[in-house]
């Protein structure tokens, strides 16, 4: 329950950061666009004026909303570490796209201001000139249409248009961003992990190399020491052979045959001294 109620808060903050940015480019574009109608002669700002009142005073709440949900943006919420690094990369990828868009915004209301400025400076003139010449153009001070008012709309709608499709640009850029910045760091761990992975494996493979040399010595040790006792059973078994033969002769031939049993005798002691074959 509350892993996913962090999870559900931090995927809420950041729609609505995203949605704070874009909606920021946009207040933006609409002030450029005053600011194009402001430029225009045949067009009275009085309207205007009040209109951008609105759109600053919009694009101010929305910056300060976006701060308050910057300020408490969740990194934690009971998720891995690799999440908490993931949600803090998030977070100050929104941070510089908010401050970005902030000051965009800033800088395309001065240029309106230093543009209301010079209008003023125009109609006060041009006033001034008229009223000396005895004419007044009622339609350059009350905003009357014509074909160049027209054209001059015209203009700003496709401005709006390229703005918005700037911000959408941007939002993007930022989105890709941030996952490749995941990505990178899942490649990271996943090298880690491969390379705990191949050490743990050498590891092993030295020591199953070492135990089947060990293995491998202790059978040949083993073969030779079996044929070691094979040989001295057989030596055992003509030793008792020719114990038995000469018992035998004696019984048979008495001392008479003590010359015969005597050269047995040697050939078996002969035979017993002799070094035994190498296995």
Excluded at 7 to 36: C, P
Excluded at 54 to 81: C, N
Excluded at 95 to 117: C, D, G, I, P, W
Aim: charged share 25%; proline share 2%; net charge negative.
């Amino acid at each position: 329950g509350g892993s996913f109620s962090g999870v559900s808060a931090y995927e809420d903050d950041k729609k609505a950061l995203e949605t704070a940015v874009k909606q920021i480019q946009q207040h933006g574009a609409d002030i450029r666009r005053e600011t194009n109608m402001l430029n225009n002669t045949a067009f009275s700002f009085n309207g205007d004026k009040s209109r951008v009142q609105d759109i600053v005073k919009a694009a101010k709440a929305t910056m300060e909303e976006a701060k308050s949900r910057l300020e408490a943006f969740p990194t934690s919420g009971g998720v891995s570490t690799s999440e908490q690094h993931g949600r803090r990369l998030t977070r100050d990828k929104l941070t510089e796209s908010l401050m970005n868009a902030s000051k965009r915004f800033e800088a395309n209301f001065q240029v309106y201001q230093a543009a209301e400025a010079a209008r003023l400076q125009r109609d006060v003139a041009a006033a001034q000139m008229a009223t000396a010449n005895g004419t007044v153009d009622l339609r350059g001070l009350e905003g009357g249409k014509g074909p160049q008012l027209e054209q001059q709309q015209q203009l700003d709608v496709s401005q709006a248009e390229v703005d918005l499709h700037s911000a959408s640009v941007d939002e993007y850029n930022i989105a890709a961003q941030i996952r490749l910045d995941t990505f990178s760091r899942h490649v990271s761990e996943q090298e880690v992990t491969i390379t705990s992975i191949e050490d743990e494996m050498g590891r092993t493979a030295q020591t199953t190399e070492r135990a089947t040399e060990q293995v491998t010595q202790a059978s040949s040790h083993q073969r030779t020491g079996t044929k070691m006792l094979y040989w001295l059973l057989l030596l055992a078994a003509v030793i008792a052979g020719a114990l038995i033969v000469i018992v035998v002769l004696n019984t048979c031939n008495g001392f008479a045959t003590a010359p015969a049993a005597a050269n047995a005798v040697d050939v078996v002691a002969s035979f017993s001294k002799s070094p035994l074959p190498r296995v």
